[in-house]
Antibody, heavy 118, light 109 residues
Framework: QAQLVQSGSEVREPGASVKVSCKAF????????IHWVRQAPGRGLEWMGW????????KYAQKFEGRVSMTGDTSLATAYMELSSLNSEDTAFYYC???????????WGQGTLVTVSS | QAVVTQEPSLTVSPGGTVTLTCASSTGSVTTGHSPYWFQQKAGQAPTTVIY???GRPAGTPARFSGSLLGGKAALILSGAQPDDEGDYYCLLSYSGVRVFGGGTKLTVL
């Protein structure tokens, strides 16, 4: 059964960076784009970008250009999302999910809470 | 960047029918925007309800359907169940860049 397991919660000070991992199980890691989505507490979903794990191609939301980097390690079947120059508005749950055709975005990782606080 | 607009909240009676819509600031929504619909319940990750305008993943009940209506993407729920309560988000594609709508809080009451 397909599953994505994300790294644990993180606390960072303003101005710092954070790197979240997303390990895939049970499906071909290089077969599907992986999207990153975040959700601030009590707010809606926000699309951040995707990575093609097969060749490392990426596309980011304009809002995050220059501040986000999405990478993948095919040997570990793991995707990474690094966000820099953090501020309090970056406090959110960060999710990863592969886009798998007739399955849609499935499965989703369990979410990683990133808290930005001094 | 485009702005995607949804109804902030809707209420439907059990067994009733409700239509959620998803509009784009750039004009009419088409199949080229590959509309997705997601359901999210409190404290849980989202799940896909509809993909590519009207595709229904295996786990989505048949009472959910997707279409294009009046220049918008639409999610139609026919025969609402209490378990259908939650937040619903649409997602549109703009040449590969995706944008979520603000979400619709659906109450079954």
């Amino acid at each position: 059964q397909a599953q994505l397991v994300q790294s644990g919660s993180e606390v960072r000070e303003p101005g710092a960076s954070v790197k979240v991992s997303c390990k895939a199980f049970g499906y071909p890691f290089t077969g599907y784009y992986i999207h990153w989505v975040r959700q601030a507490p009590g707010r809606g979903l926000e699309w951040m970008g995707w990575i093609n794990p097969k060749n490392g191609a990426t596309k980011y939301a304009q809002k995050f250009e220059g501040r986000v980097s999405m990478t993948g390690d095919t040997s570990l079947a793991t995707a990474y999302m690094e966000l820099s120059s953090l501020n309090s508005e970056d406090t959110a749950f960060y999710y990863c999910a592969p886009e798998r055709g007739r399955l849609g975005f499935d499965p989703w990782g369990q979410g990683t809470l990133v808290t930005v606080s001094s | 960047q485009a702005v995607v607009t949804q109804e902030p909240s809707l209420t439907v009676s059990p067994g009733g029918t409700v239509t959620l819509t998803c509009a784009s600031s750039t004009g009419s929504v088409t199949t080229g925007h590959s509309p997705y619909w997601f359901q999210q319940k409190a404290g849980q990750a989202p799940t896909t309800v509809i993909y590519d305008t009207n595709g229904r993943p295996a786990g989505t009940p048949a009472r959910f359907s997707g279409s294009l209506l009046g220049g918008k993407a639409a999610l139609i729920l026919s025969g609402a169940q209490p378990d259908d309560e939650g937040d619903y988000y649409c997602l549109l594609s703009y040449s590969g860049v995706r944008v979520f709508g603000g979400g619709t809080k659906l109450t079954v009451l």
